[in-house]
């Protein structure tokens, strides 16, 4: 069973989003997308929510990166200055947990 699949009622909400996305996200995915970094695919993130660093939101991130843990996936965040200001870092941060 595939338990990082998503009902396909969410699809166009993800079209959305992907139409949608900031300067920090397409910068990333600008590093990161064909498999850049050491080979490996990145997949974009399934709908879920507003600004991970709302007060309202840590609680479910918390649920969710507990749930992605326990299928041994790699949750990592940046903040859009990070990306923004600090690109090499973000994808040398990312090289290096690869690397592990």
């Known amino acids: 069973m ?7 009622n969410l699809k166009n909400i993800s079209r959305q989003l992907r139409m949608g996305t900031t ?5 990333l995915w600008s ?10 695919q990145f997949f974009r993130q399934k709908p879920n929510g507003g600004q ?27 903040t859009n200055l990070d990306v923004l200001k600090n ?7 990312i090289y290096e947990e690869i690397e592990k």
């Open 2 to 8: 595939d338990y990082t699949s998503y009902g396909k």
């Open 23 to 27: 300067d920090a996200e397409r910068l």
């Open 31 to 40: 590093k990161i997308r064909k498999k850049q970094i050491k080979n490996y």
């Open 52 to 78: 991970h660093y709302e007060d309202a939101n840590i609680e479910s991130d918390r649920k969710r990166d507990e749930f992605l843990r326990s299928l041994d996936l790699k949750v990592m965040r940046f």
């Open 87 to 93: 690109i090499d870092s973000v994808v040398n941060k």
